[in-house]
């Protein structure tokens, strides 16, 4: 199993960006799909994650209404938009998979069963 995210960068205040995840490897229509952080310092953090038909979303309070997250089972592929970037939501965002477990742990980065090597966001003031 692979996760590799990419379309990080260095972007200004108020810019957005487009993160990827394509996978390979596992059956992706059949994996919840989310999105985590670590910034520098700080302990990683959930993002958003996305259910396995991509009906249903789940964010975090500091990115509600700036990040949306979709999927494309046909290509294997999640995705990140970032929008109205802000300089604390430099980090590096990883994508990850889970199989299976309940929607009150989407949350937990230890109920993902596989994940991405990361790709630096870094937004300058």
């Known amino acids: 199993v692979q996760l590799q995210a990419s379309g990080g960068g260095l972007v200004l205040a108020g810019a957005s960006l487009g993160l990827s995840c394509a996978a390979s490897?596992?059956?992706?229509?059949?994996?919840?799909m989310g999105w985590f952080r670590q910034a520098p310092g700080k302990e990683r953090e959930f993002v958003a994650a996305?259910?396995?038909?991509?009906?249903?979303?789940f964010y975090a309070d500091s990115v509600k209404g700036r990040f949306a997250i979709s999927r494309d089972n046909a290509k294997n592929t999640g995705y990140l938009q970032t929008n109205s970037l802000k300089p604390e939501d430099t980090a590096v965002y990883y994508c990850a998979a889970r199989g299976g477990g309940i929607v009150s742990t989407i949350r937990d980065e230890s109920s993902y069963n596989y994940w991405g090597q990361g790709t630096q966001v870094t937004v300058s003031s």
């Open positions: 490897g596992l059956t992706f229509s059949s994996y919840t």
């Open positions: 996305i259910n396995r038909n991509g009906g249903t979303t």
